[in-house]
């Protein structure tokens, strides 16, 4: 089946750095992956569609030049998350298209956990 | 606003109970309603249901959509210790592109 990898699975990092996190569709293309965002106990919340060879969409309250995507290649979509402060701790997800219609098709990574201390 | 609210937020149950979920949702261009199971990482994909009235299963698990009152509910029968988890509900709109928005969920915990 449709696999997304995610990497780094943990990062932690000091206030005011940068970090970027990778998301790969390994055995299919995807135009199209999501970003999201899961604080502990609560849901995911989309943060930005990303658009291979566009700019991404972001969701309203979402800084676009906070959390920078880039999306290069139809296997792969970055997130970084640039001058990150603790509240920027968080667990973050992305989900990818394998094709086909409805939203069953989406496939999710593993998450990245990222603590900013 | 679009809305997506499930209950019981939590729930504890024994081994071999029969559980209900719920989940509304107030949307525009509803498209798909659909059920995830996540443990501690990525969300497993379960159901979707875009018909109102047809029950999905597999194994000890069911879903339902009711389109006119805007909910579903998942039921899982003869729970297990393994069906512990964070149970999420996500409706994907006709305009977003698969992008889903989704419940708060319901944590399960099945004990021995």
């Known amino acids: 089946g449709a696999v997304v990898s995610q990497h780094p699975s943990r990062v932690i990092c000091k206030s005011g750095t940068s970090v970027k996190i990778e998301c790969r569709s390994l055995?299919?293309?995807?135009?199209?992956m999501f970003w999201y965002r899961q604080f502990p106990k609560q849901s995911l919340m989309l943060m930005a569609t990303s658009n291979e060879g566009s700019k991404a969409t972001y969701e309203q309250g979402v800084e676009k030049d906070k959390f920078l995507i880039n999306h290069a290649s139809l296997t792969l979509s970055t997130l970084t998350v640039t001058s990150a402060h603790p509240e920027d701790s968080s667990f973050y997800i992305c989900s990818a298209s394998s094709g086909g219609s409805g939203a069953n098709v989406l496939t999710f990574g593993a998450g990245s956990r990222l603590t900013v201390l | 606003e679009d809305k997506v609210v499930q209950s019981p937020l939590s729930l504890v149950v024994h081994e071999g109970d029969t559980v209900t979920l719920n989940c509304s949702y107030e949307?525009?261009?509803?498209?798909?309603l659909l059920w995830y199971k996540q443990e501690k990482k990525a969300p497993t994909f379960l159901f979707m249901l875009?018909?109102?009235?047809i029950e999905k299963k597999s194994g000890r698990l069911s879903s339902i959509l009711d389109k006119k009152e805007l909910f579903s509910i998942l039921n899982i029968t003869a729970t297990q210790t393994g069906d512990s988890a964070v149970y999420l509900c996500a409706v994907d709109r006709s305009n977003s592109g698969y992008a889903l928005n989704f419940g708060k969920g319901t944590s399960l915990l099945v004990t021995p």
């Open positions: 875009t018909s109102s009235g």
């Open positions: 055995d299919f293309q995807a135009t199209t």
């Open positions: 949307v525009t261009n509803f498209r798909s």
